[in-house]
């Protein structure tokens, strides 16, 4: 463990307890706590939300890939962001995985491959429609998200990492929030963390492996978010591969939106961008 960590895992769990606090379990979501979908019991864990109504029909997925700066978080920080989802008619999956500086990148892309190895090998068991496989990702979750995209769809990237992409598998579409799309000169001591030494950016920058096989992208960030800057660069490319993608920026002067406000589920601008991105999602149903 480092100081660094230690002071961002306090003041983060600390925002997001005041967050939450009160909130309970929608009445119209059955949920599934505490699967394991890899060999490490703590880490490597995940919850299924379903909407209450749709029974044992298959269901479209979404995957969460939970921010928290490569260091903080687990599946119950995101626990009612993802059922807010699942309301929707999603089956949603809630991952933990593992966080540096205990364990450093690709750790993190390796979990989320397991969750989606995980997704296709139960379909049957849990009702998934894994036709349609969507994912969500904000901040450092936004970036492994964007890289694990490009993993699935970029054979040279995915030769560059210990392990294999599914078989077949392509995202329908993703939505990347407030993503770490690059890591930059200030992000200096967390790359420090998550990167292992004498590796360059280049492995960790989602543009750099963007294809035109890149899946359809929902770019999301705010007018108060530090990562704003991030996203045109990223957007620049979608565009140049000829990706379908929307690019939204949530937030007025009068009403600002800052970092991750989408995950607020008592914020009325957060639920209008988390509709929008499930209203891009249905388009490739």
């Not at 599946?75 to 989802?85: A, E, G, N």
């Not at 995202?171 to 998550?194: R, T």
Request: hydrophobic share 40%; glycine share 8%; net charge negative.
């Amino acid at each position: 463990m480092s100081e660094l960590s230690d002071k961002i895992r306090q003041m983060f769990g600390e925002g997001d307890k005041v967050r939450d606090a009160g909130l309970t379990t929608p009445w119209d979501v059955i949920r599934q706590d505490d699967i394991q979908y890899g060999e490490d019991p703590q880490w490597q864990v995940m919850d299924l939300y379903r909407p209450r109504n749709a029974g044992e029909k298959d269901l479209p997925v979404i995957i969460s890939f939970h921010g928290g700066g490569w260091v903080y978080g687990d599946k119950s920080v995101y626990q009612f962001y993802c059922m807010s989802l699942a309301q929707m008619g999603f089956a949603v999956v809630n991952f933990t995985y593992r966080l540096a500086p205990d364990f450093q990148y690709p750790a993190p892309l390796e979990d989320m491959n397991l969750v989606v190895n995980w997704v296709l090998d139960h379909a049957g068991e849990y009702h998934l429609d894994t036709r349609h496989v969507f994912g969500v990702g904000d901040s450092a979750g936004g970036q492994g998200l964007g890289l694990y995209a490009a993993f699935t769809s970029n054979p040279e990237y995915a030769a560059l990492l210990p392990f294999d992409p599914p078989e077949g598998f392509a995202f329908s579409a993703v939505a990347l929030n407030c993503a770490a799309f690059d890591m930059g000169e200030g992000d200096q001591p967390l790359k420090e963390l998550y990167v292992p030494a004498g590796m360059g950016d280049e492995m960790v920058t989602v543009s750099r492996w963007v294809t035109d096989a890149y899946p359809p992208t929902y770019v999301m960030t705010a007018n108060q978010d530090f990562l704003k800057g991030n996203a045109p660069k990223m957007v620049a490319t979608l565009m140049e591969h000829e990706i379908p993608l929307v690019m939204a920026c949530y937030g007025t002067k009068e009403k600002p939106q800052a970092h991750v406000f989408h995950c607020d589920v008592r914020n009325t601008e957060g639920n209008l961008c988390n509709r929008e991105e499930v209203a891009f999602f249905r388009r490739y149903l």
